[in-house]
């Protein structure tokens, strides 16, 4: 199983309307796969396409905090 590709968003409403009870947080694609990415109440996330709706494991949703990416400003040159 390959990785996720998700953007957070505006871009889930291509997929999905709203769906009551849930966080529609922008999409996610994985290998042709691709929809809305949507979080229950439960914590449970779901990648939403029209009427089909695939549970994903929260494994690789889970993300890093933003201080772990690389930033132009934290890279020291050598001069």
């Known amino acids: 199983m390959s990785n996720l590709i998700i953007k957070l968003g ?4 291509r997929f999905s ?3 009551t009870g849930m966080s529609l ?3 996610v694609q994985q290998d042709a796969g691709i929809g809305a990415l949507a979080r229950s109440p439960d914590g449970t996330y779901w990648r939403i396409n029209g ?3 695939r549970k994903l494991k929260a494994s690789q949703v889970a993300c ?4 772990h990416q690389w930033h132009p400003s934290l890279h020291l040159s050598a001069a």
């Not at 505006?10 to 409403?13: L, R, Y």
């Not at 890093?64 to 201080?67: A, D, G, I, M």
């Open 17 to 19: 309307k709203p769906v």
């Open 51 to 53: 009427d089909q709706r």
């Open 64 to 67: 890093r905090p933003l201080s």
């Open 10 to 13: 505006p871009q889930w409403a």
């Open 25 to 27: 947080l922008g999409s």
